[in-house]
């Protein structure tokens, strides 16, 4: 009877440790647990952190309670204390150990997340600079100073900074790259900002976490981290296809995906499908903030 108890109590163990050390094991490119850029690095290894810490809190109770259990079991002769009401020393351990890991753990995150905040821009080159526009359900990402575009295609150089300015053309959307670090709100009429690198090449998987109707579980977008020349490569195969005017934009924003779009105006990128174009015009992420605020379309 107690080897079948000990044998469950193990095997309990073993699958919560399994769970714990696997998670991060997931697709490459979709999750922090393997990151593809800074931020993302520093957040997995800020919950690698917290979560030692914690074990400070969580050890003794995993390993006292069976302790009690067994110390006070029925006929094992432990001591009974009826009139024992109040231990000093162990008030002090239950209510003071944990006040010193919260103020650890501020002191910890307050200076990194200072250091990555999503509007300070990272160090090293120049940042690229991408404006991003939040359609139902799809993503434009401008290069305002490649003057293209594309729609649910993120391509972005290895080892440079990127600067994104993002607003929406519909309802509110969460911004998210996994792989690469923090998210952040698109709204109508707001300019919000996110400030990412990829270290290397790869590909990562780009999403919105905010429900924003039916269309929620298929607003994803491709993220690719290409070397120099390949980045520059693609900006010119880009440059090729056809502009982006008015007309073109109104047929984007339509609800819908991606793909109806593309199905819509006949066109696709040679890189995925998605339609992509040249041309794009200087001022139509100033537009778009402007049709709901026009004071945030100045800043």
């Not at 080897?3 to 769970?19: F, K, M, V």
């Not at 707001?190 to 290397?200: D, G, P, R, Y």
Request: some cysteine.
């Amino acid at each position: 009877m107690r080897r079948a108890c000990g044998r469950r109590i193990a095997s309990g163990l073993g699958a919560t440790l399994a769970s714990v050390f696997l998670s991060g094991c997931g697709t490459p490119g979709s999750s922090f647990m393997s990151p593809g850029g800074i931020v993302a690095a520093s957040q997995r290894h800020w919950l690698i952190e917290i979560l030692l810490i914690l074990t400070v809190v969580a050890a003794p109770i995993f390993i006292g309670l069976p302790l009690c259990i067994w110390r006070y079991r029925r006929h094992a002769g432990g001591a009974y204390r009826p009139n024992w009401g109040l231990s000093r020393p162990l008030e002090y351990v239950i209510w003071g150990v944990p006040c010193l890991i919260v103020l650890l753990l501020s002191l910890l995150v307050i200076g990194p997340e200072n250091r990555f905040s999503p509007y300070d821009p990272l160090p090293g080159p120049p940042p690229l600079r991408v404006q991003v526009v939040a359609l139902n359900w799809k993503w434009l990402f401008i290069y305002p100073d490649q003057h293209v575009a594309s729609v649910d295609k993120l391509a972005i150089p290895a080892g440079r900074p990127v600067r994104f300015f993002l607003t929406s053309d519909s309802t509110m959307q969460s911004f998210f790259i996994p792989a690469l670090g923090s998210q952040i709100y698109a709204m109508a009429g707001m300019v919000t900002q996110l400030n990412l690198q990829a270290i290397n090449p790869g590909h990562f998987d780009g999403k919105n976490t905010q429900f924003n109707g039916m269309g929620f579980q298929d607003d994803r977008f491709d993220v690719e981290a290409l070397s120099e020349n390949d980045f520059q490569a693609w900006i010119n195969r880009l440059k090729t296809q056809p502009r982006l005017d008015t007309a073109t934009y109104a047929v984007i924003a339509r609800q819908g995906s991606a793909q109806e779009a593309a199905h819509t105006l006949a066109q696709a990128s040679s890189l995925t499908g998605m339609p992509s174009f040249s041309e794009a015009p200087p001022d139509l992420f100033k537009s778009v903030v402007d049709r709901y605020s026009p004071s945030m379309a100045t800043k």
